[in-house]
């Protein structure tokens, strides 16, 4: 199991709980072990419901790898758009 809160994805199954596994902060996906959002390697963004790899930190720039609705997380209706294609990156599978 892994959790989300304020902008962090650990791997622990408690709220707030585990090992950092990386990042979310306006619309860019970092990782890294740090618990403070916009820290960390840029592996990611995402702009206008398309997800982008690449290393710069604003959102919209880099190579396309899909749109948001490919990378669905059960249970992840509450998240936003960023969020929800980090979660899948770092728990499901690795996109960037």
Known sequence: MANFKNG???NGSSTGSGT???NVKNNVIRKGSSSTPGSGSVVGNVK???VKKGSSSTPGSGSTVGKVR????KGGDYMDETTAVACYHFLIKDIF
């Open 70 to 73: 490919d990378y669905t997380v």
């Open 8 to 10: 962090v994805i650990r």
């Open 48 to 50: 206008n419901g398309v």
């Open 20 to 22: 950092v596994l990386g």
